[in-house]
């Protein structure tokens, strides 16, 4: 009777239902394997279309590590929709943007005073105004200036040349004197050439400068002599506009 037990208890059914969840564990696995697999690829675009594919097949957010951080996969090129670091302000630059832009301010005001100088006291024949890249040219003719052939300058201009130096010391700027010439020839004990008047010329003036106060380490000069024309040397008109004195306020 015992044996008949017993032989009735292997006859009955095993319940083989762990072997759904099994199943699904494995499916899984397999998946697992093959997005492991698809990431060693440097082809991205495969690697978010097989993510695509995943999530469209389980209809839920993967929860593999991709390279859009373990969002929603998406065949949008992600290195697009990148997200760049804002620069960090510089706050040396910053004061150094705002300092030239103070600088040029006051340099537009210098120019303003200096051309209702030149208004006010019928000058625009004899005085012009240019607003050059390296900074205000104040241009002086000659005849305003200098006796022909001297490098004193004439008594009758100083009132006007301490005017503008007064103007000149609303800015600490540097300042570069030149002296031009026409090409007519000059001979004389003290100028053998056109070089070493324009270099005289453009030396009194630093030197006058200097004795109204303008600090010496702002001013330098330099004498061209003929050789850097406003006009040719072709008529009497334009020998003169090439005999002058610029005085240059340079921009910092």
């Not at 991205?44 to 957010?61: Q, W």
């Not at 210098?110 to 051309?115: A, G, H, V």
Request: hydrophobic share 35%; proline share 5%; net charge negative.
């Amino acid at each position: 009777m015992a044996k008949k037990k017993l032989h009735e208890e292997h006859e009955e059914h095993v319940d083989e239902s762990w072997l759904i969840p099994y199943a699904d564990l494995l499916t899984l696995l397999l998946a697992l394997f093959i997005v492991l697999f698809a990431q060693r690829s440097e082809d991205t675009a495969k690697t978010s279309a097989m993510m695509e594919s995943l999530y469209n097949a389980f209809n839920t957010v993967s929860v593999f590590e991709t390279n859009s951080g373990g969002q929603t996969p998406s065949n949008t090129n992600n290195t697009n929709n990148e997200i760049k670091p804002e620069p960090i302000p510089n706050p040396k630059s910053e004061n150094k943007d705002k300092k030239d832009s103070e600088d040029e301010k006051r340099l537009q005001q210098l120019m303003k005073r200096l051309q209702k100088f030149i208004d006010e006291n019928k000058l625009n024949a004899e005085i012009s105004l240019t607003d050059l890249r390296e900074g205000i040219q104040i241009t002086l003719k000659d005849r305003i200036v200098f006796d022909s052939g001297s490098d004193h300058i004439n008594r009758n201009f100083d009132p006007i040349l301490e005017d503008i130096v007064k103007m000149l010391k609303m800015v600490d700027n540097s300042i570069i004197i030149e002296g031009h010439t026409d090409n007519q020839p000059i001979h004389s004990s003290n100028f053998p050439s056109n070089w070493e008047l324009s270099s005289a010329r453009a030396l009194s003036v630093v030197h006058y400068f200097q004795n109204h106060n303008i600090a010496p380490n702002r001013l330098r000069f330099s004498g061209y002599g003929e050789f850097k024309p406003v006009y040719p040397n072709n008529t009497p008109e334009h020998r003169e506009a090439n005999r002058r004195v610029n005085i240059i306020i340079l921009r910092k």
